[in-house]
């Protein structure tokens, strides 16, 4: 059995997303970010960096196996399931080129806009303005890709695209309509229409 501390935010929905598409046995224990449960001294002790998601394998081989980092989450079950990893080398290096992508270029890039939103920084228009920009061309480059190949990695859906969709629904932040991004439009009904996404993207509008 895996827990997953998670809430249904951008990063913590890849969890769900990933361990409803791996098949494991898994429980999803949510962690609510509202009440600073993030914060409290069990939960650092799984997160020293006090953020959602976190997954404990029970079943790991030498005992229970802790990971944090989303992006190294989804490896692990991708690599335990055998699931949505591209067998291919070429596919499997533009994998991990747009989940790298994703978290050192993508999210670093739309943070500014999501803090705003928050309220934690002040919604200055030019800092406002220079960030929705960015936002625009990180969103124009994926659309560009997914111009290339149905997925990100290529024509299967993989680990990648398990990573970027959830941040989608924080699409409004980002100042994005999809309807002027075709093949990212595409790309997310693919995805949020398969059977293991509805748990990952239950409560939250697609349109
Ligand atoms: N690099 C981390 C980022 C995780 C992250 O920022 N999670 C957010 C929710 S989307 C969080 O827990 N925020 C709590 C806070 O900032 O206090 C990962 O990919 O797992």
Redesign the pocket.
């Known amino acids: 059995m895996i827990d997953c501390h998670t809430?249904k935010?951008?990063?913590?929905r890849k969890a769900i997303l990933m361990l409803a598409e791996s098949g494991l046995a898994h429980r999803i224990i949510p962690v609510d970010?509202s009440k600073g449960q993030?914060?409290t001294p069990e939960y650092t002790k799984m997160n020293p960096?006090?953020?959602?998601?976190t997954i404990i394998d029970n079943d790991a081989p030498g005992g229970p196996l802790t990971i944090?980092?989303?992006?190294a989450?989804l490896l692990y079950l991708a690599e335990k399931s055998g699931k949505l990893l591209p067998t291919n080398a070429a596919e499997r290096a533009a994998c991990y080129q747009w989940m790298f992508w994703h978290?050192a270029t993508f999210?670093p890039g739309v943070i500014p806009l999501h803090m705003m939103a928050q309220g934690r920084i002040p919604k200055e228009p030019t800092a406002e303005q220079a960030a929705l920009a960015r936002a625009k061309a990180l969103y124009t480059m994926l659309e560009a890709r997914l111009g290339q190949s149905a997925f990100l990695a290529g024509a299967q859906y993989s680990v990648a695209d398990v990573m970027m969709s959830p941040m989608l629904t924080r699409r409004t932040w980002h100042g994005i309509d999809l309807a002027n991004f075709p093949n990212l439009k595409r790309w997310f009904e693919a995805i949020t229409a398969r059977p293991a996404a509805k748990e990952a993207f239950s409560d939250t509008p697609l349109a």
Not at 9 to 12: C, I, K, P
Not at 49 to 53: A, S
Not at 68 to 71: A, I, K, L, Y
């Open positions: 809430w935010t951008g990063n913590g970010l993030h914060k960096n006090q953020v959602i998601p944090f980092e989303s992006g989450i978290s999210v």
